[in-house]
Every structure is written in C-alpha cells, then in structure tokens.
C-alpha cells in the first residue's frame, strides 16, 4: 500500500521563478493539504483541497495556489518566488469526515531553495 | 484562536533514560483532537497518535505512553527506556473539527538526542 508521495524531492529556483510541487495522496484518500515548515520551526498549514475545490486556506498570499485533480492527487503553485519561500513543503492525505477528525499521513516532502 | 506550546527546544538523554516531552494547548472549543508527529532526519512526519477530548485516558503503546490532562490542556508524551533511534524532532498538533477544512496547529517541536 503505498504512502504519500511527493515531486520531487529537492528544487533550487531564483528570486521570482515560479514553482510547481506535486503530491499523490495515501490509496483510498481523498484529501489533501500542503503544509510549509521552515527550518526549526513546525509545519504551517497553507491549504486543503477535498473534491477538487480549496475547502480552507491558512495565513499565505495569493502567490500560494494549488489545485486537486479528479484522481484526488495535487499540485501546489508558488509565483514570484521569495527568498523567505526557502522551506520544506509538506503535503497530507487523508479521508475527507464531516463532525470528525481524521488523521493526516504525511509525504517525504519537497525541499525548496529560493536562491 | 488556536495554539500549541512545546517548551522544550531541545532535550538530551542517554540511551535507556526515560524521557517526556511537554504539550500544552490552547482552544476554546469543547471538540478537539490532539496529535503527536515525529520528524526524524529524513523528514516526513510519522504519526504516532490521536487523542479526541472526550477520551482522557492515559495510553501505552510499547516503550511509548501519552498522559492527557483536560484540566491542564496538556497532552504529554513519555519514552521508556529510550534508544537511538528515538532521536527526532517531535510535534504536537491539535485540530478542531469545527473548522471547516480540519486544519492542524502544530507546535515548534522538540528536538530529542538519545546519546549511546
């Protein structure tokens, strides 16, 4: 059964580049969220998508997009990259449960350097 | 609003020591959920459990136990006879069903060195 996965693992990009990650959710998930977790700090959660709509979105501008496919994977886009961009990009899976609270599997994650 | 301390930046032990690392939340709903992640060099975040607020009882999973107290908004987490292997970052998250999405909150994490 295989888990999260995410690419690719490492990307360096300049000042301005735009940017293109990708995730495939845990088999029989279909919610995905993008995390970014700077170095030593946790994870910030940027946004989540369940039927292929953003279900909600967390402190990030609107650089930060994403978009849900019909086979539940994802991408996130980050435009005009920043130095400050620099980070570890986590995706989760999980089961989409109104009035509970499923668990998130996360992938390996993608390491980003804005150069 | 939300939010998870974990106080300790950085704790070191020797191999066999018992070790706990500290979780306090914030949250004024009465529904919640509490995680706990470890991180190790590699990076992706391994899911070690998940509490719900009605549940305070205390769980063992082999060298592993959680202690949740309501009353303190803590969540602990305790390592028996610690290993090498042990040696991570670890996370504490909580997430509120009512917000619609299930967002998580994780905390800045603690940083664990099981020495030989």
């Known amino acids: 059964d295989a888990g999260v996965t995410q690419s690719p693992t490492h990307l360096i990009k300049t000042r301005g580049q735009q940017v293109t990650l990708r995730c495939s959710p845990k088999?029989?998930?279909?919610?995905v969220s993008w995390y970014q977790q700077a170095l030593g700090q946790g994870p910030q959660f940027i946004f989540q998508?369940?039927?292929?709509?953003?279900?909600q979105r967390g402190n990030f501008p609107d650089r930060f997009s994403g978009h849900q496919f019909p086979n539940y994977s994802s991408e996130l886009n980050v435009n005009a990259l920043l130095l400050g961009d620099s980070a570890l990009y986590l995706c989760?899976?999980?089961?989409?449960?109104?009035?509970?609270?499923?668990?998130?599997?996360f992938g390996p994650g993608t390491r980003l350097l804005v150069l | 609003a939300q939010k998870v301390t974990q106080a300790q930046t950085e704790i070191s032990v020797v191999e066999k020591e018992d070790v706990t690392l500290d979780c306090v939340y914030e949250?004024?709903?009465?529904?919640?959920?509490l995680f706990w992640y470890k991180q190790p060099p590699s990076g992706e975040l391994v899911f070690l459990i998940r509490?719900?607020?009605?549940?305070?009882q205390n769980e063992i999973s082999g060298r592993y136990s959680w202690n949740f107290q309501k009353s303190t908004s803590s969540f602990n987490f305790t390592i028996t006879a610690s290993q090498v292997v042990d040696s991570a970052v670890y996370f504490c998250a909580l997430s509120d069903p009512h917000n619609y999405g299930q967002n998580f909150v994780f905390g800045p994490g603690t940083r664990l060195s099981v020495l030989p």
């Open positions: 949250t004024r709903d009465t529904t919640y959920y």
């Open positions: 088999s029989g998930h279909d919610t």
């Open positions: 989760a899976s999980s089961l989409w449960a109104s009035g509970g609270q499923e668990t998130q599997y």
């Open positions: 509490r719900n607020s009605f549940d305070e």
């Open positions: 998508y369940y039927e292929e709509e953003e279900r």
